[in-house]
């Protein structure tokens, strides 16, 4: 199955500052790329998504890029604040048009944003 | 707040008892999937539905772990015979279709006593 790897587990950045967290893939075949965000004692959160058709996506302060031919995807935070302060997953699934797709997860990355 | 409701969000369980927990899917949402998540945060993925049909489950589940989505009704995980190694988040989440987008309740947080 679909192996997702996770980089770094720990971020800690200054407030104001960019934080990037990485992941790459190993199935070719994945084409659809969601970033979740858990805080502690919550429901993980979908905050920005990108399909292979597509190489980058932005919402607000919120950036995904996407490289199929490195098989990886990044997720970029600009102007953190330290609601930002969270768990952080990647993830990864098969969209082949059928209903069992299922994502395969990245192993987290705990950001701290310092004030 | 998450329109994905999961109950209880504690359970707490010594080995070898049943644990259940229950999920109700967002309206309009065809397909459920339970997630196991440890203490390390790490996501396993169990099994999911499409109405009341397995679509996908994994080994685990196929023995010890039983799972339902019955018309009408929320949708059920159970452990039969729990073990100190379930304790665990069990995450439910659901989705127009297997590949949109997955929205997740809040989980039943286990502890295996």
């Known amino acids: 199955g679909e192996q997702v790897e996770q980089l770094p587990s720990i971020l800690r950045v200054q407030e104001g500052s960019s934080a990037s967290i990485n992941c790459s893939y190993e199935d070719s075949a994945s084409n659809y790329f969601p970033w979740y965000k858990q805080e502690p004692g919550e429901n993980p959160k979908l905050i920005i998504d990108i399909r292979s058709n597509m190489e980058r996506k932005q919402i607000q302060e919120l950036i995904v890029l996407l490289d199929k031919k490195a098989k990886r995807f990044s997720l970029h935070i600009t102007d953190t604040q330290p609601g930002d302060s969270a768990m952080y997953f990647c993830?990864?699934?098969?969209?082949?048009?059928?209903?069992?797709?299922?994502?395969?997860f990245g192993k987290g990355t705990k950001l701290s944003v310092k004030s | 707040n998450s329109k994905v409701i999961q109950t209880p969000r504690y359970l707490v369980k010594g080995q070898g008892q049943k644990a259940k927990m229950r999920c109700i899917p967002e309206k309009g949402h065809p397909v459920v999937f339970w997630y196991q998540q440890n203490k390390n945060n790490e996501f396993k993925f169990l099994i999911n539905?499409?109405?009341?049909?397995?679509?996908?489950q994994i080994d685990m589940t196929e023995k010890r772990f039983s799972a339902e989505c019955p018309s009408n009704s929320p949708c059920s995980l159970e452990i039969q015979s729990s073990e100190a190694g379930d304790s665990a988040l069990y995450l439910c989440?659901?989705?127009?279709?297997?590949?949109?987008?997955?929205?997740f309740g809040h989980g039943t947080k286990l502890s295996v006593l």
């Open positions: 989440a659901s989705s127009l279709s297997g590949n949109e987008r997955l929205f």
């Open positions: 539905f499409q109405n009341q049909e397995v679509l996908q």
């Open positions: 993830a990864a699934s098969v969209n082949s048009g059928g209903s069992n797709a299922k994502l395969t």
